[in-house]
T-cell receptor
Framework: EPEVTQTPSHQVTQMGQEVILRCVPI?????FYWYRQILGQKVEFLVS????????KSEIFDDQFSVERPDGSNFTLKIRSTKLEDSAMYFC????????????FGPGTRLTVL | AQSVTQLGSHVSVSEGALVLLRCNYS??????LFWYVQYPNQGLQLLLK??????LVKGINGFEAEFKKSETSFHLTKPSAHMSDAAEYFC??????????????FGTGTQLKVEL
């Protein structure tokens, strides 16, 4: 069964450092998303991506964040200069053709900023 | 803006008992509603979804949910709890974005504990 994969599973970084979180969505999906879940809190939407551009972003997704689909398979989230409050579980998701509303989630990357 | 409220951050049931997890939504348009389950150290797995077809939706692992427009509710039920059902459950509402994709807005989650 196809699945969304994410690497790394855990990332520890120093405040101010750049991190790149990687995702491989399901191969025939067209819509890609990043969500995050701060420990003990709910899952929050960060950004959606379609047709090689951002279709929507939340207020959390400020200039320190960027997304890219550098090739036909990977979807990355970059945090330019990490802050302590960026510590969270980051989930990638993808969904299929237009009209399909089911999102398939990856296992997540736990980011710890020290 | 669409939103979801989950009543009860923790629910505890005995094995074999009825599971009822509550979800109320707020939406200005007919919503698409979802229940996701998260097992420890894992990602989110879709249990079931409502997309304006039948109001009673059956999902995986014996779970079902009923969409009640008059009550703006989408409660999740299972007739008989199993130990393996212990997990965190999230209700979510979809906000269709013009031009592509749909943002999910999640509730705060309900941790289900199943006791012997």
């Amino acid at each position: 069964e196809p699945e969304v994969t994410q690497t790394p599973s855990h990332q520890v970084t120093q405040m101010g450092q750049e991190v790149i979180l990687r995702c491989v969505p399901i191969s025939n999906h067209l819509y890609f998303y990043w969500y995050r879940q701060i420990l003990g809190q709910k899952v929050e939407f960060l950004v959606s991506f379609y047709n090689n551009e951002i279709s929507e972003k939340s207020e959390i997704f400020d200039d320190q964040f960027s997304v890219e689909r550098p090739d036909g398979s990977n979807f990355t989230l970059k945090i330019r200069s990490t802050k302590l409050e960026d510590s969270a579980m980051y989930f990638c998701a993808s969904s299929g053709t237009s009209g399909s509303h089911e999102q398939f989630f990856g296992p997540g990357t736990r980011l710890t900023v020290l | 803006a669409q939103s979801v409220t989950q009543l009860g951050s923790h629910v505890s049931v005995s094995e074999g008992a009825l599971v009822l997890l509550r979800c109320n939504y707020s939406s200005s348009v007919p919503p698409y509603l979802f229940w996701y389950v998260q097992y420890p150290n894992q990602g989110l797995q879709l249990l079931l979804k409502y997309t304006s077809a039948a109001t009673l939706v059956k999902g995986i692992n014996g779970f079902e949910a009923e969409f009640k427009k008059s009550e703006t509710s989408f409660h999740l039920t299972k007739p008989s709890a199993h130990m393996s059902d212990a997990a965190e459950y999230f209700c979510a509402v979809s906000d269709l974005v013009t031009g592509g994709g749909n943002k999910l807005t999640f509730g705060t989650g309900t941790q289900l504990k199943v006791e012997l």
